[in-house]
Structures are given as structure tokens and as C-alpha cells.
């Protein structure tokens, strides 16, 4: 699988903005047709934040809906987040997966490779 790599945690306050980033390396399996961004925070399952598939079709969570923004490039993966609330605070990991329908490309079951994750906090 291609390696993953997030970078651009950090600790904000609420109503701040921040982007966080995924470089990949190695050349990308064909068959990964699908990105996406997910969050965990302390004692909560990990959930979809937004995806994005190799046609650019995205999609996002309700919570996040019209604040942030899912971008891709030949090597990154970004994610833009505006008008942070604290409940946004978590660890955000970068995944790479199949796409096998719009109804499961927030499902972390989708995906085969992960990145190590990146801190989030919002105050």
C-alpha cells in the first residue's frame, strides 16, 4: 500500500480555521480509487469526516457539512477546516480504499492503508 502522512495538527480556538495535509508515497495501487479523512477522539469509534474519490466526487459528515472542504492533488490529500467548535478536537487520520458506492465511503471499513494521525484541538 502507499504510505500515508499527515501533518498540520494543532491546537486552535473555536471559530479558527486550520488545514491539514497527506502526503503519500509510492506509486498508488489502481484499485485504491477512493481518499478520505477520519477522526477518533478519546473512548469514540473512529468516524468519516469526507471523502473523495479519484473523479473527485466527495462527500462529508452532517457535523462538518459547509465547513470543511476535501482537495486532492497527484501526491496530498488536504482537508480544510473553518469555523472550528471543540467537539471537532481528535486525532485526524488520512485513508486511502476502494470505492464501492457513495453509501460507504465514510465507512472506515472501505479503506486499506492509514496514515499515523494528527492532532486536532479546539478551545
Excluded at 489502481?30 to 473527485?56: D, H, Y
Excluded at 465511503?105 to 479546539?122: I, K, S
Aim: proline share 4%; net charge neutral; glycine share 12%.
Amino acid at each position: 500500500q502507499v504510505q500515508l502522512v499527515e501533518s498540520g495538527g494543532a491546537s486552535v480556538q473555536a471559530g479558527g480555521s486550520l488545514t491539514l495535509s497527506c502526503a503519500t508515497s509510492g506509486t498508488k495501487p489502481s484499485q485504491l480509487t477512493l481518499m478520505g479523512w477520519f477522526r477518533q477522539a478519546p473512548g469514540n469509534p473512529r468516524e468519516g469526516v469526507a471523502a473523495i474519490t479519484k473523479s473527485e466526487f466527495s462527500k462529508y459528515a452532517e457535523s462538518v457539512e459547509g465547513r470543511f472542504t476535501i482537495a486532492q492533488d497527484q501526491n496530498a490529500l488536504h482537508l480544510h477546516m473553518n469555523s472550528l467548535k471543540p467537539e471537532d478536537t481528535a486525532i485526524y487520520y488520512c485513508a486511502a480504499g476502494v470505492y464501492g458506492g457513495s453509501r460507504s465511503m465514510l465507512n472506515p471499513a472501505a479503506y486499506t492503508a492509514w496514515g499515523r494521525g494528527t492532532q486536532v484541538t479546539v478551545s
